[in-house]
């Protein structure tokens, strides 16, 4: 069960954070980590210790594969 509630502090996290790899020389950033429980955590690399999204596996991988096909705008 996923102990880190969406909204949690990103800087409370104990987690690597990658960043993406589609990331902007701005800084308009979005880092990842995966969480012990198997949950991934998102958060805004600006605002470090801002909230974080928590999605399960499940969630995740949905989420990836829809942005793999194109589902939100995006190239495939």
């Known amino acids: 069960m996923n102990m880190i509630a969406n909204g949690s502090s990103a800087g409370s996290i104990a987690a690597t954070w990658v960043k993406s790899s589609y990331s902007g020389p701005q800084g ?6 995966r969480l012990s429980d198997g949950t991934v955590a998102m958060r805004n690399s600006r605002n470090p210790d801002g909230p974080a999204l928590v999605f399960t596996s499940a969630e995740w991988e949905a989420f ?3 942005a793999r ?8």
């Open 69 to 76: 096909s194109g589902e939100f705008g995006l190239p495939a």
């Open 28 to 33: 308009n950033c979005v880092e990842v980590a």
């Open 64 to 66: 990836l594969n829809g």
